[in-house]
């Protein structure tokens, strides 16, 4: 009994299911051998440099319409002035330098030769410039250290003393280091107006040679990574 009443569930269901879409066609489109139709038709206008037309107009020069195009062609063809279709025709032009026809061995045979090619090649050569690498600047020495090169000069930790400092010089540490954006600034001011060994912002009332704070350990990291 129960055999039966699968076989009828079974048969139920395969009735209601909808057919399977035609996979040689896609939605807007007509089936492959259409397209391919298309294509050599197309083609042929090329050769001839007649008008290419595309869309609604396809069918006045011979391409396949699908049922689709052919009813949009309908509907474009009512709202224009005259029936004339928006689509643009576009003709093949051999001075259009937008459209290279390099590929074209018929096209390129018609105004070149091999001699001609030879003597635009030479030109092509003549243009050519190599131009000769040259030694790298040498950055000047002497001068007062970035604060990146201040950090791999010394090996001190942070807050260990290594230069004289008047007691009275951190009273407005907190206020002086404000003036600066970052502690890099702060640092790169402070060499510049003598630091290490001086201290005429009173950026570095500890003596450690590091403004406000600044700690040159992330530059000696990467050096040994």
Known sequence: MRTPLILLATASLAACSPPVPDDTSG???GSYDEY??????R????RRGSPVVTGPLAAEQGAPQTEAQATAAAAVA???PGGQSPVQ?????PNNVAISD?????AVASRQTIESDAQRRARQSAQYQVVQPTAVPERPTGGTPTPIE??????HPLGQKVYSRSPFGAGKLAENCAAYASPELAQDAFL???GPDKDSLKLDPDGDGYACAWNPGKYRQLVRN
Do not use: H
């Open 27 to 29: 939605v807007g489109f």
């Open 36 to 41: 391919q139709q298309g294509q050599i038709v």
């Open 43 to 46: 083609d042929q206008q090329l």
């Open 78 to 80: 009512a709202i224009q």
């Open 89 to 93: 025709t576009a003709r093949v032009d």
């Open 102 to 106: 390099e590929q074209d061995f018929d």
């Open 150 to 155: 201040f950090a791999l000069q010394v090996r």
């Open 192 to 194: 510049k107006a003598g």
